[in-house]
């Protein structure tokens, strides 16, 4: 009878401690080389969970590079689509890819949204000393020649920093086969092109603009989010609030496997919701340059499907794929 | 005036107890790291830069660290190149050309020691440029756009004459390898994947590191366990280890001409130590004239190349730390540092965090002292790896060099695909096509595209782009004179000598 009751008790502690305990083994995978926008989303969360002692074990960060993300959604959902503890990052940029096809033959069904937990969003930058002061002279500028507005960006034609500039050339009624673009690769190279003239206008991110701007070495046009950032942008008007409904939000976060366990999945939802509503988290996002941006759970799969399928639309549109 | 005090105040922080400790174990892992063929700079870097991390060091001494890896790899480089003929790293691809040559000449201990001081110069050329120009050069860098990358890299091709063995055929058949190599994955331009053959793992190309560890290290091991005897390996270390007074005279301005080439080259975002390398080399062996041995075992063509690629390596701090672009892979790790550290590289970097900057440039005068004392005296050490019987050699690169391979994307993909580039490498070795231009293909081939394309794109493709500033105009003439002032020279020297005969 005792050793039954001792039975019964190491079982409920066993069961009960199956539901609350963390996954095993915690990692993220960074879908890149080390040092970009895809390992800092890992370090985030890495941090993230340890300041709040989330995490019993620390979470590893892996790198697993390969078109944007493509190499570790197929590798995931293929190879080790059960490991409860191992979350991989995500961007806005692997959700268009994912839209594109280039993902291969996995869709956004595939894999178990878990958390996206800030976001970056577009913007429009020209050099301090050229003529454009607002988004409209630089769409007007486009309209009447478009081959005097160059733009430049950190991504191929068809990559997120190509449609933000492809979406302002369609504010000025021109063709995005009209409009002159020149890719480079990262950000960095492209903002080094505007501030020696290469290019005319820089389709970039808001998150980026910061240092040049307090050096006084470009203007920010507008930014692409639905409404004023805060922090040293809240000056810069959105491009909406300009006449222009040009928006474009790259939203960073994470998924998990096909096949991770729903205890698994729910462990970490309930999680990340904690973690996301923390001022101490806030305060790490904040220091990465991310600004304020949280779903998780089922609301981030209906965000992601919205989206997977906006962008579907637009490469359409754009010619990016077959009709 | 302003600049001594903040250099000054760098060396208070560089120059704690702590901080040079973790400078002096900076510099032998950079080493070691540099030294094992397949492990570089941008392994070394990427591979302590989370232990840097996770030991909670202060941004400033995470910063000395990473850099005196650096430092460090750009010295290890070297030693591999010279003793095994497999170049540690990418700059020191040129190094394999005269001193693996020097080695088997029983000349390894005065290429080790002469590339040690040339890799000292460059280095110390190259620091105390950042001291002098760093923020002025920071404007120089952006007259570079496209066109002018294009133009650049043509310059660096039509120096490829100067790397070239027996047989320019040859030689451009490897170049043009090199470049069809540089067309596999994603097209930057179109987002296009080409010759991808729907791996994902093609999706970003080639990786660098696979493509020189296959046909460089795989390729290597392959022709020794193809030889019986040991002749393959360099023969046995002569009593000399130090340079003496006549290879010092030959090589002197040599290593001051590459150390400040190599820095300007350096500077220039995207053209890293290879390039730097490569041009050093061919100049030199072009302003040798006739009485040279290049290619034989020429202590200058061991200390042109290290001279520039120590150089160059700390030339690309300069756009790193004023621009925040980086001059080479390793830098880039290392912004990423800087952004886990959430400091942003970029315009205001000197102004927001000068103790940063200047301890960082601080370290580099330390280091680059400790790694001449300890490349020196310590060559002994390094010599020995020529005693390593081939049975334990040929693993143990294979081992260290798939674990580079491996360690970058973590897919055993990249294994199968540098071993099969090794066996296409060991083809054309077997053939005798030298691999010094396939690589140089390879890794301009890529930029020269995207420049020209980029170039082509900001003016609707009109080609008058391509020459319509003066830097562009500059380039070209460059380019022009290195490909035709030889042959010009050479006639010209024909005729005197025809002249001199019949007179």
């Given at each position: 009878m005792k050793i039954t009751n001792t039975l019964t008790a190491m079982a409920a502690i066993l069961c009960f401690g199956a539901a609350q305990a963390a996954p095993g083994k915690p990692e993220c995978i960074a879908p890149a080389k080390p040092g970009g926008g895809f390992d800092l989303t890992c370090k985030l969360v890495q941090s993230g969970l340890s300041d709040g002692n989330y995490l019993s074990a620390p979470m590893r960060v892996t790198y697993m590079p390969g078109g944007i993300g493509a190499v570790a959604y197929n590798t995931v959902i293929a190879q080790r689509p059960d490991e409860g503890g191992t979350i991989v990052a995500f961007s806005g940029g692997s959700l268009l890819n994912l839209a594109i096809g280039k993902f291969g033959k996995y869709t956004a069904k595939d894999v178990r949204w878990l958390a996206a937990v800030g976001a970056d969003y577009g913007a429009i930058i020209v050099r301090a000393d050229a003529p454009y002061q607002t988004l409209k002279d630089l769409i007007e500028a486009t309209r009447s020649d478009p081959t005097q507005v160059v733009f430049g960006a950190g991504g191929s034609v068809g990559s997120q920093d190509w449609m933000k500039s492809a979406l302002v050339a369609r504010e000025a009624g021109v063709n995005y086969k009209q409009m002159r673009y020149v890719a480079f690769e990262g950000g960095g190279e492209a903002i080094t092109a505007l501030l020696g003239g290469h290019v005319h206008a820089y389709s970039g991110d808001a998150s980026e603009v910061g240092p040049y701007l307090k050096s006084g070495k470009v203007r920010v046009l507008a930014v692409l989010a639905p409404e004023r950032l805060p922090g040293e942008l809240a000056a810069i008007p959105t491009a909406t609030e300009q006449g222009y409904p040009v928006e474009w939000a790259i939203i960073r976060g994470y998924y998990l496997g096909p096949k991770v366990t729903d205890d698994d999945y729910k462990w970490w939802v309930t999680t990340f919701d904690k973690m996301l509503n923390s001022p101490e988290f806030a305060k790490l996002r904040g220091e990465r340059g991310l600004f304020p941006f949280a779903l998780t759970g089922d609301k981030l799969t209906d965000y992601i499907d919205q989206n997977v399928k906006r962008y579907a639309d637009l490469s359409r549109e754009f010619g990016l794929v077959g009709q | 005036m302003e600049t001594l005090t903040h250099l000054l105040s760098g060396f208070a922080v560089a120059g704690t107890p702590t901080n040079l400790l973790i400078a002096l174990a900076g510099c032998f892992l950079g080493t070691v790291i540099g030294l094992l063929p397949g492990l570089g700079p941008i392994n070394g870097v990427a591979i302590l830069l989370p232990i840097a991390f996770a030991m909670k060091l202060p941004p400033e001494s995470a910063l000395i660290l990473l850099a005196a890896v650096y430092a460090g790899c750009e010295y290890g480089g070297r030693i591999s190149a010279i003793l095994i003929n497999v170049p540690g790293d990418a700059g020191a691809v040129m190094t394999t050309l005269d001193g693996f040559p020097m080695a088997k000449k029983g000349l390894a201990g005065p290429a080790l020691s002469i590339s040690a001081v040339a890799s000292f110069t460059g280095s110390l050329v190259a620091t105390i440029g950042i001291v002098a120009f760093a923020p002025a050069l920071a404007n120089w860098a952006m007259a570079f756009g496209p066109a002018e990358y294009f133009a650049l890299m043509v310059l660096a091709l039509s120096c490829l004459g100067g790397l070239v063995g027996d047989s320019l055929p040859k030689a451009l058949i490897a170049c043009l390898l090199g470049l069809a190599l540089a067309c596999v994955g994603i097209d930057s331009n179109s987002g296009v994947y080409r010759y991808t053959f729907d791996l994902l793992h093609l999706s970003d190309g080639i990786p660098f590191i696979v493509v020189v560890i296959g046909l460089f290290a795989v390729s290597e091991l392959l022709l020794m366990l193809e030889s019986h005897h040991a002749d393959t390996q360099a023969a046995s270390l002569s009593g000399r280890l130090l340079f003496n007074l006549q290879e010092f005279m030959l090589a002197r301005w040599t290593i001051v001409r590459s150390a400040v080439a190599g820095f300007f080259i350096g500077v220039l975002p995207g053209a890293g130590a290879s390039i730097a390398s490569a041009m050093t080399y061919a100049t030199e062996r072009r302003l040798a004239g006739k009485d040279h041995t290049f290619g034989a075992g020429d202590v200058r063509g061991v200390a042109a190349p290290e001279a520039a690629n120590n150089a160059s390596a700390y030339g690309s701090l300069i756009p790193m730390l004023?621009?925040?672009?980086?001059?080479s892979g390793t830098t880039a790790v290392m912004i990423g540092a800087l952004t886990l550290y959430n400091i942003t590289p970029g315009p205001s970097l000197f102004q927001d965090q000068p103790i940063i900057v200047w301890s960082l440039i601080a370290s580099l005068f330390i280091a680059n002292i400790m790694l001449l004392a300890m490349n020196i005296p310590l060559i002994r050490l390094f010599v020995k790896f020529l005693d390593i019987p081939n049975w334990l050699l040929v693993p143990g690169i294979a081992a260290v060099s798939l674990v580079g391979v491996y360690a970058v994307h973590g897919t055993a993909f990249d294994l199968v695909l540098g071993c099969l580039l090794g066996g296409f490498g060991y083809l054309l070795r077997v053939m005798n096509f030298p691999m010094a231009p396939l690589i140089l293909g390879f890794v301009l081939g890529d930029m020269m595209e995207q420049n020209l394309r980029r170039a082509l794109s900001i003016s609707g493709g009109e080609l008058d782009i391509l020459y319509a500033s003066p830097l562009t105009i500059g380039l070209w003439l460059a380019a022009a004179a290195m490909l035709i002032g030889p042959r010009l020279l050479r006639l010209v020297e024909r005729r005197r000598a025809v002249a001199l005969v019949s007179a």
């Amino acid at each position: 009878m005792k050793i039954t009751n001792t039975l019964t008790a190491m079982a409920a502690i066993l069961c009960f401690g199956a539901a609350q305990a963390a996954p095993g083994k915690p990692e993220c995978i960074a879908p890149a080389k080390p040092g970009g926008g895809f390992d800092l989303t890992c370090k985030l969360v890495q941090s993230g969970l340890s300041d709040g002692n989330y995490l019993s074990a620390p979470m590893r960060v892996t790198y697993m590079p390969g078109g944007i993300g493509a190499v570790a959604y197929n590798t995931v959902i293929a190879q080790r689509p059960d490991e409860g503890g191992t979350i991989v990052a995500f961007s806005g940029g692997s959700l268009l890819n994912l839209a594109i096809g280039k993902f291969g033959k996995y869709t956004a069904k595939d894999v178990r949204w878990l958390a996206a937990v800030g976001a970056d969003y577009g913007a429009i930058i020209v050099r301090a000393d050229a003529p454009y002061q607002t988004l409209k002279d630089l769409i007007e500028a486009t309209r009447s020649d478009p081959t005097q507005v160059v733009f430049g960006a950190g991504g191929s034609v068809g990559s997120q920093d190509w449609m933000k500039s492809a979406l302002v050339a369609r504010e000025a009624g021109v063709n995005y086969k009209q409009m002159r673009y020149v890719a480079f690769e990262g950000g960095g190279e492209a903002i080094t092109a505007l501030l020696g003239g290469h290019v005319h206008a820089y389709s970039g991110d808001a998150s980026e603009v910061g240092p040049y701007l307090k050096s006084g070495k470009v203007r920010v046009l507008a930014v692409l989010a639905p409404e004023r950032l805060p922090g040293e942008l809240a000056a810069i008007p959105t491009a909406t609030e300009q006449g222009y409904p040009v928006e474009w939000a790259i939203i960073r976060g994470y998924y998990l496997g096909p096949k991770v366990t729903d205890d698994d999945y729910k462990w970490w939802v309930t999680t990340f919701d904690k973690m996301l509503n923390s001022p101490e988290f806030a305060k790490l996002r904040g220091e990465r340059g991310l600004f304020p941006f949280a779903l998780t759970g089922d609301k981030l799969t209906d965000y992601i499907d919205q989206n997977v399928k906006r962008y579907a639309d637009l490469s359409r549109e754009f010619g990016l794929v077959g009709q | 005036m302003e600049t001594l005090t903040h250099l000054l105040s760098g060396f208070a922080v560089a120059g704690t107890p702590t901080n040079l400790l973790i400078a002096l174990a900076g510099c032998f892992l950079g080493t070691v790291i540099g030294l094992l063929p397949g492990l570089g700079p941008i392994n070394g870097v990427a591979i302590l830069l989370p232990i840097a991390f996770a030991m909670k060091l202060p941004p400033e001494s995470a910063l000395i660290l990473l850099a005196a890896v650096y430092a460090g790899c750009e010295y290890g480089g070297r030693i591999s190149a010279i003793l095994i003929n497999v170049p540690g790293d990418a700059g020191a691809v040129m190094t394999t050309l005269d001193g693996f040559p020097m080695a088997k000449k029983g000349l390894a201990g005065p290429a080790l020691s002469i590339s040690a001081v040339a890799s000292f110069t460059g280095s110390l050329v190259a620091t105390i440029g950042i001291v002098a120009f760093a923020p002025a050069l920071a404007n120089w860098a952006m007259a570079f756009g496209p066109a002018e990358y294009f133009a650049l890299m043509v310059l660096a091709l039509s120096c490829l004459g100067g790397l070239v063995g027996d047989s320019l055929p040859k030689a451009l058949i490897a170049c043009l390898l090199g470049l069809a190599l540089a067309c596999v994955g994603i097209d930057s331009n179109s987002g296009v994947y080409r010759y991808t053959f729907d791996l994902l793992h093609l999706s970003d190309g080639i990786p660098f590191i696979v493509v020189v560890i296959g046909l460089f290290a795989v390729s290597e091991l392959l022709l020794m366990l193809e030889s019986h005897h040991a002749d393959t390996q360099a023969a046995s270390l002569s009593g000399r280890l130090l340079f003496n007074l006549q290879e010092f005279m030959l090589a002197r301005w040599t290593i001051v001409r590459s150390a400040v080439a190599g820095f300007f080259i350096g500077v220039l975002p995207g053209a890293g130590a290879s390039i730097a390398s490569a041009m050093t080399y061919a100049t030199e062996r072009r302003l040798a004239g006739k009485d040279h041995t290049f290619g034989a075992g020429d202590v200058r063509g061991v200390a042109a190349p290290e001279a520039a690629n120590n150089a160059s390596a700390y030339g690309s701090l300069i756009p790193m730390l004023t621009l925040g672009v980086p001059g080479s892979g390793t830098t880039a790790v290392m912004i990423g540092a800087l952004t886990l550290y959430n400091i942003t590289p970029g315009p205001s970097l000197f102004q927001d965090q000068p103790i940063i900057v200047w301890s960082l440039i601080a370290s580099l005068f330390i280091a680059n002292i400790m790694l001449l004392a300890m490349n020196i005296p310590l060559i002994r050490l390094f010599v020995k790896f020529l005693d390593i019987p081939n049975w334990l050699l040929v693993p143990g690169i294979a081992a260290v060099s798939l674990v580079g391979v491996y360690a970058v994307h973590g897919t055993a993909f990249d294994l199968v695909l540098g071993c099969l580039l090794g066996g296409f490498g060991y083809l054309l070795r077997v053939m005798n096509f030298p691999m010094a231009p396939l690589i140089l293909g390879f890794v301009l081939g890529d930029m020269m595209e995207q420049n020209l394309r980029r170039a082509l794109s900001i003016s609707g493709g009109e080609l008058d782009i391509l020459y319509a500033s003066p830097l562009t105009i500059g380039l070209w003439l460059a380019a022009a004179a290195m490909l035709i002032g030889p042959r010009l020279l050479r006639l010209v020297e024909r005729r005197r000598a025809v002249a001199l005969v019949s007179a």
